[in-house]
């Protein structure tokens, strides 16, 4: 059974430092694109950027170009989104997802629970 | 990229059909069969119900179907239950220097 697992709600203060996790369960880690997705209070889905864990090959949406930084381990199957200096507008819910990317299809096919990151200022 | 364009609201009674849009551009949803929509209930991960505008993973209820005409796209839900309450959210692909774009999401009422 595939399963992507997340780590904990999370509250932290304007300019921390945070990395969240995404750990990936019942298929070969390897061999799919994991994607990162916002979820800010009461809006739609943004999606992040992907990464593909076998050579971590990383794209980035513009929107968050600079701002986080998408990475793996290989050996824990485990995805990671962290953020050197937060600010309270990434007071949101992020997702991982699995992408399935290919010429002729692409979507999100199995999801994490999500994580809750609260950012006062 | 822009968001894609979906309807904030939706309703319908109990056995009904309802069709939930979805616009974008002919950057995204016009120029690739590569529409996906998601189920979302409150407190909950998003699900897939649609792919590739009109294909229906394992284990989704045939009463969900996608279509796809120009640049709009749209969900339809048919005999609605009450367990269909929930926000959907359609996702195109936008091109090859972009990540997909999402729509801002469509809440379903079921009266």
């Known amino acids: 059974e595939v399963q992507l697992v997340q780590s904990g709600a999370e509250v932290k203060k304007a300019g921390e430092s945070l990395k969240i996790s995404c750990k990936a369960s019942g298929y070969t880690f390897t061999n799919y694109w994991i994607a990162w997705v916002r979820q800010m209070p009461g809006k739609g889905l943004e999606s992040m950027g992907i990464?593909?864990?076998?050579?971590?090959?990383?794209t980035y949406s513009p929107s968050f170009q600079g701002r986080v930084t998408i990475s793996v381990d290989k050996s824990i199957t485990t995805a990671y989104l962290q953020w050197s200096s937060l600010k309270a507008s990434d007071t949101a819910l992020y997702y991982c997802a699995r992408h399935i990317v290919g010429a002729t299809n692409q979507y999100f096919d199995y999801w994490g629970q999500g994580t809750l990151v609260t950012v006062s200022s | 990229q822009s968001a894609l364009t979906q309807p904030a609201s939706v309703s319908g009674s109990p056995g009904q059909s309802i069709t939930i849009s979805c616009t974008g551009t002919s950057s995204d949803v016009g120029s690739y069969n590569l529409v996906s929509w998601y189920q979302q209930h409150p407190g909950k991960a998003p699900k897939l119900i649609i792919y590739?505008?009109?294909k229906r993973p394992s284990g989704v209820s045939n009463r969900f179907s996608g279509s796809k005409s120009g640049n709009t796209a749209s969900l339809t839900i048919s005999g609605l239950q009450a367990e269909d309450e929930a926000e959907y959210s359609c996702c195109s692909h936008a091109g090859r220097s972009a990540l997909e774009v999402f729509g801002g999401g469509t809440k379903v009422t079921v009266l």
């Open positions: 590739e505008v009109t």
């Open positions: 990464i593909y864990p076998a050579d971590s090959d990383t």
